[in-house]
């Protein structure tokens, strides 16, 4: 039996799930060369998995409060005005916001940028949850893809908490009825953008360049490779010069709607297309029931009136059919809503689910994460950035 001898530098890759409701979440997060000898606590979930994963993927449940603190009812705590050390007026129930915004809690210190989530708020105060925002599920840890390389051990420096890596910022999505829907509390101000010149004025000269590096793009294509198959009738919505999907799929057909001709005709993938600006007229020209499959690629920041297309989304997809949506952490900032920035990139995760429950007759909603590779050396963000782009995904189902 093969095993781990903790001398090598280890890779692989770690995912944690959970479900609430009706909802999927799995966050995958790659752990890029970690230190056996300071990385590795004993006893630890990751020092037994190690044991075990070179013969395969190594799954363990564990029950709330195991990998990070219980929830406490105890830190829900009601917060005075007087105590919020940013602009009251900007605090909004349902987001995440840093805790050392608040002070008068007890070992938070200002600056300290772990999140607290608003839960309520009037004139005079706020109701704010100071837990985890995974404090209250069972998370599912699977272990996989292991890779070793040789290094020379190292007996100093720092270590590095991976498992604390992994599991901050996943669960700022979730939703349920404790936590108000970030699109409840959605106005004018947060559809607005830098630019409000027109978009085929913005998007008219064709620029055929990806907006994520170039792992992400293969990390987008293998993650479509999982939605779409080969009989499917796809739309491609907001659509560019490339669809992301394998090359090798050849779905029965892929309809393209953008704003660039030249790149749509350029894209390869697309069996047909349109020109259409869907802030200035979020309708799609389809039957009910058209398509098994909807596509929205690193464009869902951009759209002004996003239920509207939603629900048109959900009347053209065929009973049983999905729509999924994927984005990155990178926009053009002249045209992404003003919400969008201001948000955490999990909690965007949350702000596009909640695009669909709002919307109606989806079911079965997953979101999913990919996060922690090494940028690849071809990147022009490389070496100043040390990570990958992180790659975000929503996906519903049209209720059968």
């Given at each position: 039996?093969?095993?781990?001898?903790?001398?090598?530098?280890?890779?692989?890759?770690?995912?944690?799930?959970?479900?609430?409701?009706?909802?999927?979440?799995?966050?995958?997060?790659?752990?890029?060369?970690?230190?056996?000898?300071?990385?590795?606590?004993?006893?630890?979930?990751?020092?037994?998995?190690?044991?075990?994963?070179?013969?395969?993927?190594?799954?363990?449940?564990?029950?709330?409060g195991e990998l990070v603190p219980a929830f406490n009812p105890a830190l829900?705590?009601?917060?005075?005005?007087?105590?919020?050390n940013t602009d009251f007026q900007r605090i909004v129930a349902g987001?995440?916001?840093?805790?050392?915004?608040?002070?008068?809690?007890?070992g938070v210190f200002r600056g300290n940028m772990t999140p607290y989530r608003c839960l309520e708020k009037d004139s005079h105060r706020i109701l704010g949850d100071f837990n985890h925002p995974l404090s209250r599920f069972p998370l599912r840890v699977t272990l996989s893809g292991l890779k070793?390389?040789?290094?020379?051990?190292?007996?100093?420096?720092?270590?590095?908490d991976w498992m604390e890596m992994a599991l901050t910022g996943p669960g700022m999505q979730a939703r349920d009825s404790a936590y108000p829907e970030l699109t409840a509390a959605m106005g004018p101000a947060d559809v607005r953008r830098a630019d409000e010149g027109p978009d085929e004025l913005f998007y008219g000269q064709a620029r055929f360049v990806h907006h994520i590096?170039?792992?992400?793009?293969?990390?987008?294509?293998?993650?479509?490779?999982?939605?779409?198959?080969?009989?499917?009738?796809?739309?491609?919505?907001?659509?560019?010069?490339?669809?992301?999907?394998?090359?090798?799929?050849?779905?029965?057909?892929?309809f393209g709607l953008g704003l660039?001709?030249?790149?749509?005709?350029?894209?390869?993938?697309?069996?047909?297309?349109?020109?259409?600006?869907?802030?200035?007229?979020?309708?799609?020209?389809f039957p009910e029931n058209r398509f098994d499959r909807v596509i929205c690629s690193l464009s869902v920041e951009y759209l002004t009136d996003p239920l509207a297309v939603?629900?048109?989304?959900?009347?053209?997809?065929?009973?049983?059919?999905?729509?999924?949506?994927?984005?990155?952490?990178?926009w053009f900032p002249e045209k992404a809503i003003a919400l969008w920035p201001d948000l955490h990139e999990f909690e965007r995760l949350g702000l596009v689910t909640d695009f669909f429950r709002e919307a109606g007759g989806f079911s079965d909603l997953s979101t999913v994460s990919f996060r922690g590779h090494p940028r690849p050396a071809d990147d022009r963000y490389y070496p100043g950035l040390r990570l990958s782009d992180p790659l975000?995904?929503?996906?519903?189902?049209?209720?059968?």
């Open positions: 039996m093969k095993t781990y001898t903790f001398q090598d530098r280890a890779s692989f890759n770690m995912a944690v799930a959970w479900t609430l409701g009706d909802t999927t979440h799995t966050d995958h997060f790659y752990v890029h060369r970690l230190n056996p000898w300071r990385d590795l606590f004993p006893g630890s979930f990751l020092e037994q998995g190690l044991k075990a994963l070179a013969e395969g993927p190594v799954s363990r449940e564990f029950c709330p829900v705590k009601t917060v005075s005005r007087d105590r919020i987001r995440f916001y840093p805790q050392g915004m608040v002070s008068g809690i007890p070793t390389g040789q290094a020379k051990m190292e007996r100093g420096g720092s270590c590095t590096d170039t792992h992400v793009v293969q990390c987008l294509t293998d993650w479509y490779a999982t939605q779409v198959s080969p009989d499917d009738r796809v739309l491609d919505l907001m659509a560019g010069w490339t669809s992301h999907l394998p090359d090798g799929l050849h779905p029965a057909e892929v660039n001709e030249p790149e749509l005709s350029a894209n390869r993938h697309l069996t047909g297309f349109t020109v259409q600006d869907l802030n200035r007229r979020p309708v799609l020209d939603f629900r048109q989304v959900q009347r053209v997809l065929a009973p049983g059919g999905t729509f999924s949506v994927a984005f990155s952490n990178r975000f995904a929503v996906t519903g189902r049209k209720a059968a």
